[in-house]
């Protein structure tokens, strides 16, 4: 049996969408781009949506509309993408790293608080996996010392806390499209803000600054007149192609959710009888949105001492699951242990330990809707068989 970590959820639906801009003729960013964005509001209940090439590009708008600039610096949890620091990095920023909490993935919100300085004007908190960071906390030190708060939502699609989705407790929350996330586009993301201002400057630094999109210049007259360009914008649009797959995939967003959930539920239940792998945990009032169903390899209680042989050990499990066709992977890595950051910033590993065996420690285990029963028990079968076989 070949069991993929993930799998997208193509289906007629899409086939028919992504063909629609072919027959029209428009397929840079316009009606269905539209569209897209309006069922992400709709499903999200975010005020405002405006759809971009990728979520790496859309916290990129973000942190320069809301004008981040050299010498300011930005905390951002040490176990995340690389993306969510390069974009402090690229406005000329300092991206001050934050250990996350080990048993959420997520930043450790009391050493944040301890990270503020004169200098520091954002914060920004990744909803890893699809489980959203504490946001109440998160808001509360933001609103103390006047910082904004952009979401990297990237996994968040269909991940709410206290009843609200993520992407609105920010200034800003960005998602991503990639195949590996929820739902997707191939490449794409979305900017949510309840800002009309963010919302309105985020339109034009994705569209080179221009004063009005293509679309609506097509559609009016004078359209031989280019827009007005007053600021120094970016390519990031999505085009009408992605966003047409984009709605075909909002279509099925609600069965896409009770899938994700449903195989999730099946993991916690039959995880429990490995005591060495500890499963995503869900706070009371978080629902989990499941970009991932991300577990700890914990056959002893972790620590740096002995991350390094838990890592060796971990990696032959998986190779073991990996010969017998079961995809796994590590959840995501920690940018403090990428060369960039390391060398720039002189970060020893000791300096993060949960960031550290998040990255060496991790373990996703295979999630995608329409999962089978019999593709769930070989997989639990097969860790069972990994595991005493690597002891
Ligand atoms: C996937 C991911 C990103 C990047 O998203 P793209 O759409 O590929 O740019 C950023 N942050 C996190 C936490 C991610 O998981």
Redesign the pocket.
Known sequence: MKIPITKPVFGAEEREAVVKPLESGWVVQGPFVAEFEQKFSAFSGAVHSVATS??????HIAVAALGLKPGDEVIVPAF??V??PNVVEYMGATPVFCDIDLATFNIDVQQAASLVTPRTVGIFP????GLCADMDPIVDLARRHGLWVIE?A??GFNAWYKGRHCGSFGDAG?F???P??AITTG???MLTTASPELAALSRSLRDHGASRSDHARHTASAAFLLAEYDRVGFNFRLTDIQAAVGCAQMDRAKWIGAERSRVARHYDEVLKQFEWLAPPVVPAEYEHGY?AYVCLFQPEAPTLANVGRLHDWRNRLMTRLEERGVSTRQG?HAPVLQGFYREKYKIAAEAFPHATIGDRLSLTLPLYPGMTGEELDYVVSELAMAFDATR
Do not use: I
């Open positions: 990728s979520c790496t590009t859309a916290m995340t993408w993306s969510t990744v909803h890893l996996f990297d990237a996994c960005c991503s499209f990639h590996r996330k490449e794409g993301g970009q995501t």
